[in-house]
């Protein structure tokens, strides 16, 4: 298992003593590494997606108010 230094403000360090006195500290920092590791992934995914869709966007032919609205009229008959 790795050991990780770093520096916080003294208020946050007092606050997350108060808060999760008598608890394992080391457990905490963990599972709070992970769930910010998974959001940033999450994070990157998305704009991922959305680059993929802007670039295929980019690449479309565009579509005439006249062709939306006749799409919507078709689809409503069925």
Do not use: C, Y
């Not at 990780?4 to 599972?31: L, M, R, Y």
């Not at 709070?32 to 032919?61: N, T, V, Y």
Request: charged letters at 35%.
């Amino acid at each position: 298992m790795a050991t990780v230094n770093f520096s916080v403000p003294d208020d946050v360090k007092e606050a997350f003593n108060e808060t999760f006195k008598g608890q394992n500290k080391s457990a905490i920092i963990a599972d709070l590494m992970r769930e910010a590791i998974a959001r940033a992934q999450r994070k990157q995914r998305s704009h991922e997606a959305i680059a993929r869709i802007l670039e295929r966007r980019s690449r479309m032919k565009p579509v005439s108010a006249e062709d939306v609205q006749a799409a919507r009229d078709e689809l409503r008959e069925w």
